[in-house]
């Protein structure tokens, strides 16, 4: 495991270019349904090359804010909820739902400012550092899934966390997830995986994969914990039960 501390407070360029888009659909500037400009015009503009522009735009439609319609472009959209659920008692979804019994293994622990998204989740301030856990899910040394859950830091500090022990901070984040929070709110969605996620899943360009969004609460529905977790659909199942 790699502990990363932003010591300049910066996060890194894609997401600094993510957050400047962001704004801008924000701020109206790209009205719902509208297309972006393309990529070499809006890697010209913002002066990055266009990899870390299609990070974030990768980013981007990985928060719902933008569709990608091939051959055609980036459109602006609303988020697209394919399922919106409360759930009784959460659960980490990446070993839960796992056609078969996985590890969990804590890759890497990073503390930066957060994206408005995240802020938004956890209603956090511009001040507030989250902490970053990058946790995998793993089946004879093959990474089925991985989750990158967020917790804000001063949470950390409250619970008097041994930052520099692995085996803690694995045990932390796990029991943070399974007895501090009450319930969640999961949004569910497709996406084409930026790079970052392809490597990581070993994965073809251009093959989706299911992304859950789950907001997660406390005992008097105070947001704790926001998570992002990527499954490799060739190694999950998962079933909704309606009344």
Same mark, same amino acid.
Request: charged share 25%; glycine share 4%.
């Given at each position: 495991?790699?502990?990363?501390?932003?010591?300049?407070?910066?996060?890194?360029?894609?997401?600094?270019?993510?957050?400047?888009?962001?704004?801008?659909i924000?701020d109206?500037?790209?009205? #719902?349904?509208?297309?972006?400009?393309?990529?070499?015009?809006?890697?010209?503009?913002l002066?990055? #090359?266009?990899?870390?522009?299609?990070?974030?735009?990768?980013?981007?439609?990985?928060?719902?804010?933008?569709?990608?319609? /091939?051959? #055609?472009?980036?459109?602006?959209?609303?988020?697209?909820?394919?399922?919106?659920?409360?759930?009784?008692?959460?659960?980490?979804?990446?070993?839960? %739902?796992?056609n /078969?019994?996985?590890?969990?293994?804590?890759?890497?622990?990073? %503390?930066? @400012?957060?994206?408005?998204? =995240?802020?938004?989740?956890?209603?956090?301030?511009?001040?507030?550092?989250?902490?970053?856990?990058?946790?995998?899910?793993?089946?004879?040394n093959?990474?089925?899934? $991985?989750?990158?859950? $967020?917790?804000?830091?001063?949470?950390? =500090?409250?619970?008097?966390?041994?930052?520099?022990?692995?085996?803690?901070?694995?045990?932390?984040?796990?029991?943070?997830?399974?007895?501090?929070?009450?319930?969640?709110r999961?949004?569910?969605?497709?996406?084409? @995986?930026r790079?970052?996620?392809?490597?990581?899943?070993?994965?073809?360009?251009?093959?989706?994969?299911?992304? &859950?969004?789950?907001?997660?609460?406390?005992?008097?529905?105070? @947001?704790?914990?926001?998570?992002?977790?990527?499954?490799n659909?060739?190694? %999950?199942? &998962?079933?909704?039960?309606?009344?």
């Amino acid at each position: 495991m790699t502990q990363q501390f932003i010591k300049n407070g910066k996060q890194p360029l894609y997401v600094q270019i993510y957050e400047i888009l962001y704004k801008k659909i924000k701020d109206g500037k790209f009205d #719902s349904g509208e297309k972006l400009p393309g990529e070499k015009q809006l890697a010209e503009e913002l002066s990055v #090359s266009r990899g870390t522009l299609r990070q974030a735009l990768l980013l981007l439609q990985e928060d719902g804010l933008i569709i990608n319609k /091939h051959g #055609s472009g980036n459109f602006v959209t609303k988020k697209l909820n394919l399922f919106n659920s409360g759930l009784e008692r959460s659960s980490i979804i990446g070993k839960k %739902y796992s056609n /078969h019994e996985c590890d969990i293994i804590l890759d890497s622990i990073k %503390y930066q @400012p957060s994206t408005e998204v =995240v802020r938004k989740n956890l209603k956090l301030t511009d001040n507030n550092l989250v902490s970053i856990f990058e946790i995998s899910f793993v089946i004879n040394n093959v990474v089925i899934g $991985f989750s990158d859950v $967020f917790i804000p830091y001063e949470n950390l =500090v409250k619970d008097n966390v041994k930052l520099n022990d692995n085996n803690v901070l694995k045990k932390y984040v796990i029991n943070y997830i399974e007895n501090k929070v009450v319930r969640s709110r999961i949004n569910i969605r497709i996406i084409e @995986p930026r790079d970052r996620i392809l490597q990581k899943l070993n994965i073809e360009k251009n093959e989706p994969i299911f992304c &859950f969004y789950e907001i997660m609460y406390d005992g008097i529905n105070n @947001p704790i914990t926001y998570s992002k977790t990527y499954c490799n659909p060739e190694y %999950y199942e &998962f079933n909704i039960n309606s009344k």
